[in-house]
């Protein structure tokens, strides 16, 4: 849902408000501690998204958080790194404090928790390349319509989850002042790629809660439950 004269073909008109609701769900990639100031693969101001998202967090019904999960035996990892794809230092090892979440991200109790990297012979920079869950057809299922991206980095998992999204065919915005990139140069290039190929970009200010939200799911007795 948007104000009138919302571009929803890409770019968006910055002055413009829009609404969040029921068909809408925030994903929220990688807010880990190796991604963050003092983490192995820190992008610069990375800590800075999370107050951007809390605040927003309360807008939506559906929320998936994503989460690099590898093994010490990654096959990206390097002795000597050349910080592109398949050459990164150790990052986000499985049971390190560097995996776990942000200590200050909030994160709802029913959120989906989305973990990739976890195959040591292959990479995934996208929630949507997870093999034993087809997040795309769940989202679907649960008629979700547009996806509100926010996270780390953007050049890497941020543009993957965005592209992704376009491919499977939702609409896709870009928070800009909810992700950070590691480089000025090649966020805005990833960024300029997201617009052309169709995401949206809107600034966590022209967001709207409507109040509206998804029905809970229940089991055979009428209560509520997490989601699947």
């Known amino acids: 849902m948007t104000t009138p004269g919302h571009d929803r073909s890409g770019g968006g008109v910055r002055d413009q408000t829009t609404l969040t609701g029921a068909r809408d769900a925030l994903i929220v990639v990688d807010v880990q501690n190796d991604f963050c100031p003092g983490g192995s693969l820190a992008v610069p101001d990375g800590d800075a998204v999370i107050p951007v998202i809390n605040h927003i967090v309360p807008f939506f019904g559906r929320w998936i958080y994503t989460r690099d999960w590898h093994p010490v035996d990654h096959v990206s990892f390097s002795d000597h790194p050349e910080y592109r794809d398949g050459s990164w230092p150790p990052h986000c090892v499985q049971g390190t404090p560097g995996s776990d979440w942000c200590g200050t991200l909030d994160m709802p109790m029913n959120a989906i928790l989305v973990t990739k990297g976890d195959d040591p012979r292959r990479d995934a920079y996208s929630g949507f390349q997870v093999e034993r ?88 007795h009428g209560s509520p439950i997490d989601d699947d």
């Open 133 to 220: 869950l087809d997040l795309a057809a769940f989202l679907h299922g649960h008629d979700v319509e547009r996806v509100f991206i926010t996270g780390l980095a953007t050049e890497y998992c941020v543009r993957q989850t965005a592209l992704d999204a376009l491919a499977a065919g939702f609409t896709v915005y870009l928070v800009e002042d909810a992700i950070r990139g590691i480089s000025p140069e090649n966020s805005a290039r990833a960024l300029s790629e997201l617009e052309q190929a169709g995401a949206i970009r809107i600034r966590s200010t022209q967001l709207v809660d409507s109040g509206e939200r998804p029905a809970p799911a229940h089991h055979e």
